[in-house]
């Protein structure tokens, strides 16, 4: 159960390890659906969509309304693709997972571990090539869903967050 002003590694993967994206507009329409259903009861540091399943770093500002937007957003998204694809059952594997992040040192690692997933699962060259990660929107002065200045400040502004994210290991 979430708790408001703390903070959450957010995660879950499809059913039987299934795609949960099929499409490069379903991983559009899960961001969508993100937004529509989370902010402003939750702050984003980071996030990864992956095939099969999805990351996300953030803070919880209200936890009532939180747990009610993240149920309603798994019902919305699983109806949509089952609907879209003709499909039956359950799209995720159980409910989604929390794991509260309560150290400093770890809210960066977290961002570096989310951030190279799709480069360790060998799906890009460069962490930069991932089109469903947060990483780009931290090079981009466009505006995005991210808390982008308290992450640049944790990693000592742009340059440090940069240099970071070049210690890579591919599993």
């Known amino acids: 159960m979430a708790e408001t ?3 959450y590694h957010l995660y879950n993967r499809g059913n039987n390890r ?3 994206f099929f499409e490069e507009d379903n991983y559009v329409f899960f961001l969508e659906r993100f937004a529509s259903y989370l902010l402003p009861h939750a702050d984003v540091f980071a996030y990864t969509l992956m ?3 999805f990351h996300f770093f953030i ?5 009532d309304t939180f747990q009610k937007g993240i149920k309603n957003l798994f019902i919305s998204y699983s109806k949509a693709i089952n609907s879209r694809y003709n ?3 359950h799209l ?3 409910r989604y997972k929390l794991k509260e992040v309560t150290d400093n040192a770890y809210f960066i690692r977290l961002v570096i571990y989310i951030h190279q997933n799709a ?3 060998n799906l890009v060259e460069e962490i930069a090539d991932y089109k469903y990660s947060s990483y780009r929107s931290y090079l981009s002065t466009k505006p995005s869903l991210l808390q982008r200045q308290e992450v640049l400040d944790w990693f000592g502004g ?3 967050f940069v240099e970071d994210h070049k210690i890579i290991v591919k599993k």
């Open 5 to 7: 002003g703390q903070y």
């Open 51 to 53: 095939p099969n399943h």
């Open 59 to 63: 803070r919880v500002n209200n936890a």
């Open 119 to 121: 480069f360790a699962a």
């Open 18 to 20: 299934q795609k949960i």
């Open 87 to 89: 499909r039956v059952g």
């Open 92 to 94: 995720f594997q159980g």
């Open 158 to 160: 742009l340059q440090g």
